[in-house]
């Protein structure tokens, strides 16, 4: 459903600083995947994210979303199938607008309508209903503003807003990185929950080696703009934490870092 084609992309080229990352970078994403990309800092992760959502565009090569071409679509319009959310739980929300406002504009995605469209007791009941699922009780504070919320609610509802209307790909970028071991893990959670109960294909960026052998359905590992492992089925259900790290290490030995 997603294809990266020859993708290049050379940062600060023609200066001393140039830096080649991707070279005819390639990756096939199939309906309904789940999959967990680890590796480690400045192999690319967040790159690969920007190129697919249109916030950076490569210097060649094709992004293909069920068989169109989109490397020349804008970002926003992109953002109309493809949800994201990112480390910062201050990038996905809000701060200064109500959960009520946010999860409005979310409602509203790719429509020309203003706020005053979702401000009807039907739709009220509904994003109470999928706040419910958050169980963090924020379906009693609609009119909360979402600064006030602590960052593992922030990025529980930036989830929520990023599915509200189903993206038919998910980009999450680290999202659990930046909250505590206990909110990281419900957030985690309520990831796997929301994915598989509305069969979205996504594409989790994670720092943590437990998540990526916990869930999901396929893992890559990515390392100096290549994918250096990539693993589903069987072959990666017998994958732990332990073989993760030995490649890793592995890796740094034959680089030097
Ligand atoms: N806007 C940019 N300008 C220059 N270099 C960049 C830029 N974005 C990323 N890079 C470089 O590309 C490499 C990959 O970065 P990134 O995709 O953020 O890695 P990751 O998310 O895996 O940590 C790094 O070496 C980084 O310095
Ligand atoms: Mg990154």
Same mark, same amino acid.
Request: aromatic residues 6%.
């Given at each position: 459903?997603? %294809? ?8 600060? *080229? ?22 967990? !990309? ?36 804008? *970002? ?15 990038? &996905? ?7 009520? %406002? ?29 706040? $419910?699922? /958050? ?10 503003? *979402?600064?006030?919320?602590?960052? &593992?609610?922030?990025?529980?509802? @930036?989830?929520?807003?990023?599915? /509200? ?14 909250? =505590? ?5 419900? !957030? ?6 929301? !994915? ?8 989790? !960026? ?5 998540? @990526? ?16 492992? =990539?693993? @589903?089925? $069987?072959?990666? *259900?017998?994958?732990?934490? =332990? ?6 290490? $592995?890796?740094?030995? %034959?680089?030097?870092?």
């Amino acid at each position: 459903m997603l %294809e990266l084609l020859n993708i290049n992309k050379t940062f600060n *080229a023609g200066t001393v600083d140039e830096k080649r990352l991707f070279s005819d970078f390639c990756l096939k994403l199939n309906e309904g995947e789940f999959v967990a !990309v680890i590796g480690s800092n400045g192999s690319g992760k967040t790159t690969m994210l920007n190129i697919i959502s249109g916030s950076m565009a490569a210097d060649s090569g094709s992004v293909l979303l069920d068989g169109t071409e989109i490397s020349g679509m804008k *970002a926003f319009k992109r953002a109309m199938r493809i949800g994201r959310v990112f480390q910062d739980p201050a990038l &996905g929300t809000c701060p200064s607008m109500t959960i009520w %406002e946010n999860m409005s504009i979310a409602d509203n995605k790719g429509k020309s309508f203003g706020l005053s469209f979702g401000l009807n007791r039907a739709r009220k009941d509904f994003y109470r209903s999928r706040l $419910e699922i /958050l169980g963090m009780g924020l379906e009693d504070r609609l009119d909360t503003t *979402a600064g006030t919320l602590s960052g &593992g609610q922030r990025q529980a509802l @930036a989830l929520i807003m990023a599915t /509200l209307v189903r993206p038919d790909l998910l980009l999450l970028d680290e999202h659990t990185a930046a909250l =505590d071991p206990k909110a990281a893990d419900i !957030v985690m959670q309520l990831t796997d929950k929301i !994915v598989s109960e509305k069969k979205i294909t996504s594409l989790m !960026v994670t720092h943590n080696l437990r998540y @990526a052998v916990e869930y999901g359905t396929r893992t890559i590992m990515m390392h100096d703009g290549g994918i250096v492992l =990539d693993s @589903a089925g $069987e072959e990666r *259900a017998n994958k732990g934490i =332990d073989d993760y790290l030995k490649i890793f290490n $592995e890796i740094s030995i %034959e680089t030097g870092n």
